[in-house]
């Protein structure tokens, strides 16, 4: 990707349905709203995390706020979602889905893709940290935003695809409840963050001339 192309990248990935290089925000939750239109929102905000991973991959020249912002969307948002399905959707599913909806071997993918996802982002940890100091990423920095990227849409493909309409479907009110009330009070009290998370976004980001400060 050329400088110019760089600079031009705010434009609407047709594909992804993302603007590009624009800011990513979760979605704000409140008591009474549905739990699965939350996680079709949060989930839009992962698929501009793709673009945005992809976008410092192919960068050639510093851009410490587009790290910065990936690290805070890996090291804070993604977590906390990856919560809310785990701890909160998926055992409800489980215990609502017949044995037509097959969903055992589902959810034991998409746990075990959380796995993979968490352990990938903490690798990416510290080169995404030197990025936000100013450092342009290094070959392998680049494969790997790539990777974890694409493996995000292909997750994010079959949750949408399969699991949503099915908690759609299965889930009572009161399930869509309890999980929108678990899904808060996250929120208001997030689970404490891995240590070199932490120290990653403590670091103050320089500002070099012509980027806004």
């Given at each position: ?34 739990p699965i239109e939350a ?175």
């Amino acid at each position: 990707m050329s400088d110019e192309t760089l600079k031009q990248a705010t434009h609407l990935d047709r594909q992804s349905g993302t603007i590009r290089g624009a800011r990513a925000a979760p979605p704000r939750l409140g008591r009474a709203d549905c739990p699965i239109e939350a996680i079709y929102e949060a989930h839009l905000n992962q698929r501009q995390l793709c673009a945005d991973m992809e976008l410092l991959a192919s960068t050639t020249r510093a851009s410490p706020e587009l790290a910065r912002r990936i690290l805070v969307n890996l090291c804070r948002d993604l977590p906390v979602h990856f919560a809310d399905e785990e701890e909160g959707l998926f055992p409800r599913l489980r215990a609502r889905a017949r044995p037509e909806d097959d969903l055992d071997r589902s959810l034991a993918r998409l746990a075990r893709e959380h796995e993979i996802a968490q352990s990938a982002v903490m690798l990416l940890v510290p080169a995404l940290a030197c990025m936000a100091d100013g450092s342009l990423p290094a070959p392998e920095d680049r494969s790997a935003l790539r990777r974890l990227a694409a493996a995000e849409r292909s997750h994010l493909i079959v949750e949408n695809a399969i699991l949503l309409p099915l908690a759609r479907l299965r889930l009572t009110a009161d399930d869509k409840r309890a999980l929108m009330a678990e899904m808060c009070a996250r929120r208001e009290h997030p689970p404490g963050m891995d240590p070199a998370c932490s120290r990653a976004l403590a670091r103050r980001a320089p500002h070099p001339a012509g980027e806004r400060q």
